[in-house]
């Protein structure tokens, strides 16, 4: 993996934030990160952490002053109960990917839906439009929360099990808009009538590369595509839209956004984000053809 060009000196002063999941070993954010703290030239590091027990990882945040803390899988729910204060949105999405330690306390949030939204937000108006979201999983919760907040007119759910697409909605508080389809041949219906299509589950991310959520008929030249899976950066899904005329959104976009997010967080400071993108986009060039 990549590093930062500039080099920095760890010292008493240094700020430490990490990472902590279980597996770690493909993690992109301490190259963000690091590359994000040198470019503003903030005396701070970025740490993966592989964690066995959620309980204790959180006690050595606290015992050892770490700053924040992004946290990815299998800890985004079971992290909660340890922390002084969740954010509403996090609380709503019950699920906390950012941890923020300030004058000994312990604050979860998630910024991954905010992250969705910024990257939306690059190629199209997200108020008064009509979404359909591919998925109901764990990072479609944070998404809907935030999707939520910028007044689209609309969205709608579409995911394989009608039982556990309504049980989704119903832990969402039944705020979003959902006619529990199936994938099946009416997913055309409500794709015909959307602006933004955003995939939100698995499919389509390596090995499985040749795999796309829905058909390439479902797809129109006025579609927004988005596409969260980033490994490959070229889905299936994001070639079916490229060929079909439509507006795509790279998947590594809401890696970068909400990063951006957890960045400015944790030090109040402006994220680099054009810098940071450069190195995240060649990083992700080098593991597609690596």
Request: charged share 20%; hydrophobic share 40%.
């Amino acid at each position: 993996m990549q590093t930062s060009p500039i080099m920095k000196t760890i010292d008493g002063n240094t700020q430490v934030a990490c990472v902590i999941g279980n597996p770690i070993e493909h993690t992109l954010s301490p190259l963000m990160h690091n590359h994000a703290f040198a470019r503003m030239k903030l005396n701070w590091v970025y740490i993966p952490f592989l964690v066995n027990d959620i309980e204790d990882a959180v006690a050595g945040m606290r015992a050892l002053s770490i700053r924040g803390a992004s946290v990815t899988i299998p800890f985004k729910r079971s992290v909660i109960p340890f922390l002084d204060a969740v954010d509403p949105a996090a609380r709503l999405a019950g699920s906390v990917n950012t941890i923020v330690y300030d004058h000994g306390k312990l604050t979860g949030y998630s910024s991954d839906g905010y992250g969705a939204v910024r990257a939306l937000k690059e190629c199209s108006p997200i108020a008064g439009k009509n979404i359909v979201v591919l998925g109901n999983g764990g990072s479609t919760s944070g998404i809907l929360s935030a999707l939520r907040d910028e007044a689209p007119s609309k969205i709608t759910i579409v995911g394989r099990d009608r039982n556990k697409v309504n049980a989704f909605i119903a832990s969402m508080g039944g705020v979003i808009v959902c006619d529990g389809m199936l994938f099946s041949d009416a997913v055309r219906e409500r794709c015909a009538a959307a602006d933004i299509i955003i995939n939100t589950t698995s499919v389509g991310m390596h090995p499985e590369v040749n795999a796309s959520p829905i058909p390439e008929d479902c797809i129109m030249q006025r579609h927004v595509v988005f596409d969260i899976v980033y490994t490959p950066k070229d889905t299936l899904l994001l070639r079916y839209a490229r060929t079909r005329g439509a507006k795509i959104v790279y998947g590594y976009k809401m890696l970068l956004h909400q990063a951006a997010v957890q960045f400015e967080l944790w030090t109040k400071m402006p994220f680099p984000t054009d810098a940071v993108d450069t190195v995240l986009s060649r990083e992700l060039a080098r593991r597609d053809h690596g």
